[in-house]
T-cell receptor
């Protein structure tokens, strides 16, 4: 069975304090690994897709990386507006469905 | 930009009622999905559709049905609402092609069953 696990569940950061979120996956032949941002009361907003180990994607203060077993979302010098829940999800080569992790709630304090 | 619109942000219904949740996308996507999101359980797939009038069960289809009469619209139906169906419901769409295309989500409907 495909599984995606995110850690930590919650992260409190000071503004400017860089950190990383982890997403471990057990998927039969990864076809794609997705990162989403979700604000309270809203739907997930797509950030990145990673397809193969070694790949990296960047957007403003966010950088996503992928290995054969996990993905990291690095937040560099975060600002309060980066506060959100970050979700990762994986799709297997043989499947058509996304398997989501439980998310990491990030709070950035000024 | 992809726009996925869910008809209601908040909905309150009574036990036993038949409930319709509507979702419309404006990008001519073939694939559409319904999820529910609960604290501690994450997003769970209820049903998806890969074409008009086509549907497939997701991981938790019990108590739900769906309808896709037009390409842009995907409806979730709670046949006889129960309190354990109180949840945040999210609709998503995805372009045709391989499943490694991203899904794009609406802002959700928070449904309360009393």
């Amino acid at each position: 069975e495909d599984q995606v696990t995110q850690s930590p569940e919650a992260l409190r950061l000071q503004e400017g304090e860089s950190s990383s979120l982890n997403c471990s996956y057990t998927v039969s032949g990864l076809r794609g690994l997705f990162w989403y941002r979700q604000d309270p009361g809203k739907g997930p907003e797509f950030l990145f897709t990673l397809y193969s180990a070694g790949e990296e994607k960047e957007k403003e203060r966010l950088k996503a990386t992928l290995t054969k077993k996990e993905s990291f979302l690095h937040i560099t010098a975060p600002k309060p507006e980066d506060s959100a829940t970050y979700l990762c999800a994986a799709v297997a080569r043989a499947g058509n469905k996304l398997t989501f992790g439980g998310g990491t709630r990030v709070l950035v304090k000024p | 930009d992809v726009k996925v619109t869910q008809s209601s942000r908040y909905l309150v219904k009574r036990t036993g009622e038949k409930v319709f949740l509507e979702c419309v996308q404006d990008m001519d996507h073939e694939n559409m999905f319904w999820y529910r999101q609960d604290p501690g359980l994450g997003l769970r797939l209820i049903y998806f559709s890969y074409d008009v009038k086509m549907k497939e069960k997701g991981d938790i289809p019990e108590g739900y049905s769906v309808s896709r009469e037009k390409k842009e619209r995907f409806s979730l139906i709670l046949e006889s609402a129960s309190t354990n169906q109180t949840s945040m419901y999210l609709c998503a769409s995805r372009a045709q092609g391989t499943p490694n295309q991203p899904q794009h989500f609406g802002d959700g409907t928070r449904l309360s069953i009393l």
